[in-house]
Nanobody, 122 residues
Framework: HVQLVESGGGSVQAGGSLRLSCTAS????????MGWFRQAPGKEREGVAT???????SYADSVKGRFAISKDNGKNTLYLQMNALKPEDTAMYYC?????????????????WGQGTQVTVS
């Protein structure tokens, strides 16, 4: 049974940094895309950053230049480095994986999700 487990969330002041981690119990070679998503209360889940199997990345406009997605294949772990955090970054952050390419794949087509980690920026 494959699981994704996120960690690294917490409370931080505006301008601060956090690094989220997402560790897979088993890495599936069929995953073409892994990504980070977030959902704030009363809002829809939105994509934050994605990482294709070939290493290409994509970011939401709201986080470009502040967030960076990366992966350590040896540790089966996906990261999200978040710098210059803003109160509007406050949300539950989820990692997810899909067998589809990142481009054009909506959140509903990511078949595997973690349980989420809360990020609060004040």
């Amino acid at each position: 049974h494959v699981q994704l487990v996120e960690s690294g969330g917490g409370s931080v002041q505006a301008g601060g940094s956090l690094r989220l981690s997402c560790t897979a119990s088993v890495y599936r070679g069929s995953w073409r895309c892994m990504g980070w998503f977030r959902q704030a209360p009363g809002k829809e889940r939105e994509g934050v950053a994605t990482l294709e199997r070939d290493g290409s990345t994509s970011y939401a406009d709201s986080v470009k230049g502040r967030f960076a997605i990366s992966k350590d294949n040896g540790k089966n772990t996906l990261y999200l480095q978040m710098n210059a955090l803003k109160p509007e970054d406050t949300a539950m952050y989820y990692c997810a994986a899909t067998g589809f390419w990142c481009a054009g794949t909506p959140p509903r087509d990511f078949g595997l999700w973690g349980q989420g980690t809360q990020v609060t920026v004040s």
